[in-house]
């Protein structure tokens, strides 16, 4: 199976940060995400065994249990990276929370990886949130491995759920390992790179140097389970491109791995697939040009900011992904955008167990920046240079309320407090262009009570929210600003103002979105916009 070799991940002289593949798990919920990253922990040894991981019994808890678990400090906060080690290369999982807890730091989250694992469900194939991380990733193009999981329970025909990713997501794909039979009658995989057919319990029952060699092994094919996986497989062989690493590596192609992240099926192939071709840390786009990773000075960005809910000295942790140079504990870097030196004595490094007491850290890694409310989503931190990354976007909100005061005397101190929560990026804030009252804006309804409790906690100022019947919204732009004057005119009461005074277009639903971009060609709707 020579066409396809993994690349070579070390070349004669390898740097640091080319050992790294930082990444994240995109899935819809219950699809299986927590248990393969339990897997994956468990294959490179950096938890002993499958169940240590936060979340499973999380996930589902309520509010108040969140709460508490955010008081804990530290839970989720160093749940948010995961760092391990395998065949030599240091891999970083960025978590996406995804159930109540989904926010837009969980799509900002995808700006700071540079590969990312899509995990399926065999029998339900591609689910609402799985699509929408998945766009997230298409605005960078980065690249993506495909899990289908749950092979040991009924699902779907393997070349129905290869049909189902190349025209839902218009992508590519390759499958590289193959499931011999389903459910009961789960015979075993076909390791395509390798050239291996395996046990359900991972053992090589035989070797091959091409397909066609299976199709023809009697024994094999008198399991009539097992001859008619390897028929479909030769159908998809002839109908699907072959894997090409750079298409892949463009984001236009995907490979995809049937297994069971329960069973522990096809979960090192899908270890070896990530590391074999999931690219190191890639160049930063920024202005005026681009970082590259191997450049010696240090710079990163924020790309999250994690409160501490019980703290009222707006104490929190700033996620800073590193796209250049050797950070080491102590450093002193500039926020660009305040132009303020910030002296780094206690940063939080995320590794794995055998690396405990590493203080380096590299282009790929993140680490923890605890501060008093000086870091933001979105700053990029540097030695002293002045450049800036960009592609660090808000998304549009998925979820609008009017903001109501309790105690009116209080509207001051309610612009400061949203003012600042939206600066660090825990929810959007717009200002109707009718009216002067204020709308928040998120993706998650947690978001919506984190803010609600901050705003109460640290600024005193008791809220509560009020529905506005939008359930949608679209920053716009045109060519000729004309139009867009025209365009504001005559739909004030949908418009309003993001804090940078850009307009956007709040719809009803996606009926009355589609509506007026059909009504008004000249204007462009967008649903993410630079952070500024
Ligand atoms: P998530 O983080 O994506 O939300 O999913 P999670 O891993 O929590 O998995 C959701 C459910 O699917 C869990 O069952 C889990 O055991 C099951 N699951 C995950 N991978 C596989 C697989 O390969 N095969 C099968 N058959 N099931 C799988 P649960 O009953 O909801 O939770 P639990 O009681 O097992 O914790």
């Given at each position: 199976m020579?066409?396809?070799?993994p690349?070579?991940t070390k070349?004669?002289?390898t740097l640091?940060?080319?050992?790294?593949r930082t990444?994240?798990i995109?899935s819809?919920?219950?699809?299986?995400k927590t248990?393969?990253?339990?897997?994956?922990?468990?294959?490179s040894?950096a938890?002993q065994?499958?169940?240590?991981?936060?979340g499973?019994?999380n996930k589902?808890?309520?509010?108040?249990d969140?709460m508490?678990?955010?008081?804990?400090?530290?839970?989720?906060i160093t749940s948010s990276v995961?760092t391990?080690?395998h065949s030599?290369?240091?891999?970083n999982?960025?978590d996406?929370p995804g159930h109540?807890d989904f926010?837009e730091?969980?799509?900002?989250?995808?700006?700071a990886?540079?590969a990312a694992?899509?995990v399926i469900?065999?029998?339900?194939?591609?689910?609402?949130q799985t699509?929408?991380?998945?766009?997230v990733?298409?605005?960078?193009?980065i690249?993506i491995?495909?899990?289908?999981?749950?092979v040991?329970?009924?699902g779907?025909?393997?070349?129905?759920i290869?049909?189902?990713?190349?025209?839902?997501?218009?992508?590519?794909?390759?499958p590289?390992?193959w499931?011999?039979g389903?459910?009961?009658?789960f015979r075993?995989t076909?390791d395509?790179?390798?050239?291996e057919?395996?046990?359900?319990?991972g053992?090589?029952?035989?070797e091959?140097e091409?397909?066609?060699?299976?199709?023809?092994?009697?024994?094999l094919?008198a399991?009539?389970?097992?001859?008619?996986?390897?028929?479909t497989?030769?159908?998809?062989?002839?109908?699907?491109?072959?894997?090409?690493?750079?298409t892949f590596?463009a984001g236009?192609?995907?490979p995809?791995?049937?297994?069971?992240?329960?069973?522990?099926?096809?979960?090192?192939?899908?270890?070896?697939?990530?590391?074999?071709w999931?690219?190191?840390?890639?160049?930063q786009?920024a202005?005026?040009t681009?970082?590259?990773?191997?450049?010696?000075?240090?710079?990163?960005?924020?790309?999250?900011v994690?409160a501490?809910?019980?703290?009222?000295?707006?104490d929190r942790?700033?996620f800073?992904r590193?796209?250049?140079?050797t950070?080491?504990?102590?450093?002193k870097l500039?926020?660009?955008?305040?132009?303020?030196?910030?002296?780094?004595?206690n940063?939080?490094f995320?590794?794995g167990a055998?690396r405990?007491?590493?203080?380096?850290?590299v282009?790929?890694?993140?680490?923890?920046?605890p501060?008093?409310?000086s870091?933001?989503?979105?700053?990029?931190?540097?030695?002293?240079?002045?450049?800036k990354?960009?592609?660090?976007?808000?998304?549009?909100?998925?979820?609008?309320?009017r903001?109501r005061?309790?105690?009116?005397?209080?509207?001051?101190?309610l612009g400061k407090?949203?003012s600042?929560?939206?600066?660090?990026?825990?929810?959007?804030?717009?200002?109707?262009?009718?009216?002067?009252d204020?709308?928040?804006g998120?993706?998650?309804?947690?978001?919506?009570?984190v803010?609600a409790a901050?705003i109460?906690?640290?600024?005193?100022?008791?809220?509560?929210?009020e529905?506005?019947?939008?359930e949608m919204?679209?920053?716009?732009e045109a060519e000729?600003?004309?139009?867009?004057k025209r365009?504001?005119t005559?739909?004030?009461?949908?418009l309003?103002e993001?804090?940078?005074?850009?307009?956007?277009f709040?719809?009803?639903?996606s009926?009355w979105?589609?509506?007026?971009e059909?009504?008004?060609?000249g204007?462009r709707f967008?649903?993410?916009?630079?952070?500024?």
């Open positions: 020579t066409e396809l070799a690349a070579t070349s004669a002289k640091p940060y080319q050992s790294r990444f994240a995109i819809h919920p219950d699809a299986g248990t393969l990253t339990e897997r994956l922990l468990a294959a040894g938890i065994e499958a169940g240590q991981v936060r499973r019994s589902r808890a309520t509010r108040s969140w508490e678990i955010e008081q804990k400090r530290g839970i989720s995961m391990f080690e030599g290369l240091t891999f999982l960025l996406t109540s926010s730091d969980t799509y900002r989250t995808l700006t990886v540079d694992v899509m469900d065999l029998a339900k194939g591609i689910e609402s699509l929408k991380l998945f766009e990733c298409r605005l960078r193009d690249p491995v495909t899990f289908v999981n749950k040991d329970r009924e779907q025909e393997p070349l129905d290869l049909d189902e990713i190349a025209s839902t997501l218009a992508l590519d794909v390759t590289i390992v499931p011999l389903q459910g009961v009658d075993g076909v395509l790179v390798a050239g057919v395996l046990s359900p319990s053992e090589v029952m035989r091959f091409d397909v066609d060699e299976l199709l023809l092994d009697e024994k094919n399991d009539p389970v097992i001859r008619n996986s390897l028929e497989l030769d159908l998809a062989r002839a109908g699907l491109p072959e894997f090409d690493l750079e590596r236009h192609l995907t995809v791995v049937f297994g069971s992240a329960l069973k522990g099926i096809s979960v090192p192939e899908l270890l070896a697939a990530l590391g074999d999931a690219p190191e840390p890639r160049p786009p202005e005026p681009p970082i590259l990773p191997s450049e010696p000075k240090v710079s990163g960005f924020v790309f999250k994690q501490n809910m019980d703290a009222n000295h707006r942790v700033a800073v590193l796209c250049s140079g950070f080491r504990r102590g450093m500039r926020n660009v955008r305040t132009g303020k030196d910030l002296a780094i004595a940063p939080m995320f590794f055998t405990e007491t590493a203080d380096e850290a282009a790929g890694d993140i680490v923890g920046i501060n008093h409310g870091l933001s989503v979105g700053d990029t931190l540097t030695e002293g240079a002045s450049f990354v960009t592609g660090i976007p808000n998304f549009a909100p998925e979820i609008l309320r903001v005061l309790t105690d009116p005397i209080k509207a001051k101190q407090a949203l600042d929560l939206a600066e660090e990026g825990v929810a959007q804030v717009f200002r109707r262009m009718v009216g002067a204020w709308l928040v998120v993706v998650g309804p947690l978001q919506l009570e803010l901050r109460a906690k640290e600024y005193n100022v008791p809220i509560t929210f529905d506005v019947g939008f919204a679209r920053w716009v000729d600003k004309d139009e867009l365009f504001i005559a739909n004030k009461l949908e309003a993001d804090k940078a005074g850009d307009p956007i709040l719809a009803q639903n009926w979105l589609a509506r007026a059909r009504d008004w060609p204007i967008f649903a993410t916009k630079e952070r500024n």
